[in-house]
């Protein structure tokens, strides 16, 4: 005999439980993490993460709004999921230009503090971002890439942003932002193009991404007495 | 359009004409709302076609239309609108269609009011439009299967709860002592859907929240609804139409419970693992491939149940249009889960995971198991509603095989294309992602070509469909329409 009201209840049940273990509790306990000073005795040597300006607040939503995390990833895999960590192409530069590391840490819920939502992404067309700020720290050459990618990289198949950008009579002098781009690609004689509001806290919000700071001590990071251990985080 | 050999067994009390009478007028009821969710359905669907091919074509070439004025059609836009008009314009509008007229068909009872349906279905299909809109204004998101603007889940989740509670309501008001399995799968999607997604726009959209658990709930919902909404709704299908069609009852009621309970039990804690290796405790991703692979279980129970009650009589997918459509998306779900399972192994995981394959396994999902279900209901259901039978049989074929051929190469290109980009991602001698994009690029050529190939089947469809909606079917004194040698074949009228 078919019991409408037992069926309902148990269909419920069965589906509360997870819900409340799967969804509520963790949204409560990864609610209390927020940044950990690197030596709680001096601050400072800096938080992790860093605090995001607010420039990358509204980068972040660009981000999201123009759907970069569909070709985009920001996730960096263990090394049990591939090699993903060693990709010298992803990882952190530091002032010269060389890689901080041998190897990048994989992604911890830390890296994403103060963003509305992880844009950890679905499949990869293209490199992953989650340290594109040290790779990349010229602002020229994010304009000019998300403007038409494809000056940059021949095999790009990034689509070009051009509707974030405005061409525009040059008026005096040419703007320090304007879009260098060569020949093949460049405005017509007097004109220019700039970056609007969004393409500017797009850069922003990428030029942020440095997604390897080092781990403080309580997440598994070495200590900082142990010099030059800073450079080369632990996962 | 009855393309059966149904049971004509006289002792059977839904055999009697007072039956017959109330078939029919219960069909005659439904009509309107079941026409309007088929047909508004099956528009999103040339919708989804068509952005599908332009998101394959943008991808590859994003000089392809390239135009200032064009600039909404790139490649995250046409992709983000191509899976909201394939899932929520087509699929779970296709889903409700069927859902409705088999539970009004198995509650014996006719609709009286079908108004509630037809503002809520206006309201659903009036959602999907402002969210593709939305999309393409740029107001979207880059979230998977919540890329439709912010505010537009509020219409969505009112209009589908209208109609869960509409289809709970006539399920409590049934007269038909019976309770079949069909319709447990159909009361679980009326209860899962409102719910995975008043919790996903809620938590990710409204609450406050770490970011990465936001992440987390959006694999959860994407997750959620293929396997306890699209995979209940076509569940519930292929539960009626193989019985119905061969004449004789479900194997084993005990496996169908069995079934039904596994995923009831199992199908909540799935869907993190997609994130494994992601910035998550761990214990997350952990316990969906476990709930995946425990899935197993209720999916060979189906798997059994179905095949059991098949056993002999795999013929009818000769002549039925019906039965071969759903024979091959109930193959297709076991082989869904199957695969769900291998992506949770960690070798496995490691090739597949962010790479086309993930959206292989999407596509073996709504395309392979889901719209081939869903097409074998309407290809049942419309001639009964309408009183009228399919126009052509060439037509029904064609949709099928360039549908099959389609799908075979939808998913496999998919899956293949993302292992070779996972080894590309892995060689470490090119110092740039080029590798990566140019295998990538290679299949998502292939990809273009199945898009234009699926058009041209669903097109097919869709026609036909429109001519049986404006009453152009063929009369049913000319008897069914059925493939190949058909008409060797029992027949029976369309008001069984």
Known sequence: MFRTSIFFLILGVSFFVPWLVLIVQPTIYLNSIEPIPYDPEDKTKGMYPPPVPNIAKQGHEVYNQQGCAFCHTQMVRPTYLGQDSYRTDWISLDEEGNPTATRMRESTPYDFIGESYAHLGVSRFGPDLSNVGTRRKDRAWHYTHLYNPRAIHSWSVMPGYRHLFETRVIQGQVSDDAVQLPEKYAPPEGYEIVPTKEAKALVGYLLTLKKDAPLPVELGGESPEEEGAAAAPAG | ?496
């Open chain 2, 1 to 496: 359009m009855s393309d059966t050999a149904e049971s004509t067994d006289k002792t059977n009390p839904h055999q009697t004409p007072e039956d017959v009478a109330l078939r029919a007028s219960i069909d005659r009821s439904v009509r309107l709302p079941v026409l309007f969710f088929f047909s508004s359905a099956g528009v999103w669907l040339i919708v989804a076609m068509v952005l599908g091919f332009f998101q394959a074509m943008k991808l590859q070439y994003p000089g392809f239309l390239d135009y200032d004025f064009l600039f909404f059609l790139n490649y995250p836009r046409t992709r983000a609108a191509f899976t909201g008009a394939l899932i929520y314009g087509w699929a779970i509008q296709a889903g409700l269609g069927v859902c409705v007229w088999l539970m009004a068909r198995l509650c014996r009872v006719p609709l009286r009011n079908p108004i509630t349906l037809i503002i809520a279905g206006h309201f659903w299909n009036a959602g999907v439009l402002f969210g593709v809109l939305g999309i393409f204004a740029g107001f979207g998101n880059s979230m998977e299967w919540m890329e439709f603007p912010k505010w537009v889940w509020p219409i969505l989740a009112a209009s589908y709860s209208m109609i869960a509670v509409w289809m709970i309501t006539m399920f409590v008001r049934r007269r038909e002592q019976n309770v079949y399995i069909a319709q447990w799968y159909i009361l679980g999607a009326c209860v899962w859907f409102p719910w995975l997604y008043l919790t996903a726009n809620v938590f990710i959209h409204l609450l406050p929240g770490a970011a990465v658990m936001k992440t987390a709930v959006n694999a959860w919902y994407t997750n959620g609804v293929l396997f306890l909404v699209l995979g209940p709704m076509g569940l519930a299908a292929a539960y009626y139409l193989i019985p119905k069609i061969l004449g004789r009852p479900i194997y084993s009621y005990q496996l169908a419970q069995l079934g039904f309970w596994g995923l009831a039990i199992f199908g909540g804690w799935a869907g993190m693992h997609k994130l494994v290796g992601g910035p998550l405790p761990s214990w997350m991703p952990g316990v969906g491939g476990a709930a995946t692979l425990f899935m197993l279980m209720p999916v060979i129970a189906v798997a059994i149940n179905h095949h059991m009650t098949t056993r002999g009589q795999h013929n009818a997918m000769s002549y039925s249009p019906t039965m071969r459509f759903t024979a091959i998306g109930a193959i297709s779900y076991t082989l869904l889960n199957v695969v769900a399972a291998l992506y949770c192994v960690f070798p496995i995981a490691e090739i597949t995971q962010l790479t086309l394959a993930s959206i292989g396994f999407q596509m073996l999902g709504i395309y392979a198991f889901f719209s081939m279900t869903m097409f074998g209901a309407i290809y049942f259901i419309v001639p009964r509603v309408t009183q009228t039978e399919w126009r052509s049989a060439k037509r029904i074929n064609q949709h099928f095989w360039f549908s099959a051929y389609g799908t075979v190469m939808l998913v496999g290109l998919m899956i293949v294309g993302g292992l070779s980009q996972s080894a590309e991602n892995n060689n470490l001698d090119v110092p740039n992602y080029s590798g990566v994009v140019n295998v990538g690029m290679f299949y998502v050529r292939g990809l273009a070509v199945t898009f234009l190939l699926l058009l041209y089947a669903n097109a097919n469809f869709f026609f036909h469909l429109v001519s049986m909606t404006l009453g152009l079917g063929k009369k049913e004194a000319e008897g069914p329409t059925l493939l190949g040698h058909g008409a060797h074949h029992q027949e029976l009228p369309s008001h069984t």
